[in-house]
């Protein structure tokens, strides 16, 4: 084969390994809603709901996330059965044994659900030669206790089907090339099957967007409005880089809007766009909810079956 055709090969390999079959964003109502319709895989971690109380949206689950401060395999298989998402992120193995154990419940998994891509981060080096090559490779960044480059080497994770978990894309992309270009020690690149980040509502609430080029102001806009921004931004970049998805997966469309706008918020930021005098509420089971009327609080409260733990307005 001549040089020219190598590099024609490379080139092209490279471009597949990385093209995403996903970009995933993992929130609530009424964030996932835009984000779905923008063609996001949308999903939620499994010790929350979306805010069901909405009567006339239903946005499928198609990414189920752990409960990563709690983690319960048997709990999460349970909900994950439940909810039949299209790809499941397991777990974080801190060690082989762990790593097994997430092995042989993603094998169980996708025997029951065949075409389910199961997702398992390996914590420790230990931990990949165990998972079998056709579960997904979690590769920690953002806000994780451990971060990939911490115990692992770039070289380890060649040759794998490879999801980026957190941080922003501009951040992601240069993993992804080292991921994924040629070397000369000539291992084969990672298959980028999936990424994701949930960074934008935190930026929303201090009201900004996300682009490429940096944060911009968003003073301007609800928060909604904000997130929205951002994700636009987001698959624009990952066009432009040619991780975005081409193959598009049949979905129904959303047409509708919310009947009962409920906002999540963080509980000290409730400052932007009619949540200046919002009830803010957190509940035991994790969510935090902003509500513009006792009533409103008082039947989503009745309605869903929260318990509050405290609340701050």
Known sequence: MSSEARHSWSAAAVGDAQQAEYIGFLHREPFVIDAYRLGFTVGVREDYTYQSSLRNVEVPIEILDNDFRNPDLDRYIERFERYEPSVGMLGDAYDRQEARRYNQAGRELKRKFP?????????????????????????????????????????????????????????????????????????????????????????????????????????????????????????????SRGVWPTAETERNPLTAEPMDPVWAADGSRATVDGLEDAIVVEYENGQTLAYRSQHERDRVEYRAGLTPTEVHG
Not at 148 to 170: F, K, Q
Not at 200 to 216: I, Q, R, T
Not at 227 to 232: A, C, D, M, P, Y
């Open 115 to 239: 075409g389910t891509e199961v997702i398992i981060v390996p914590k420790c080096h230990e931990a990949i030669d165990v998972i079998d090559e056709d579960m997904i490779l979690g590769y920690p960044m953002g806000y994780s206790d451990q971060t990939a480059e911490e115990y692992t080497d770039i070289v380890d994770w060649r040759g794998r089907r490879v999801h980026l978990l957190g941080a922003s894309p501009t951040k992601q992309y240069p993993v992804i090339e080292e991921l994924t270009q040629p070397r000369v020690t000539g291992e084969e690149p990672a298959d980028i099957v999936g990424v994701d980040w949930n960074g934008v509502h935190l930026a929303a609430l201090h009201g900004e967007y996300f682009s490429p080029h940096g944060y911009g102001s968003a003073d301007h806009l609800s928060i909604r409005e904000t997130v929205r921004e951002s994700l636009r931004h987001i698959r624009s970049y990952w066009k």
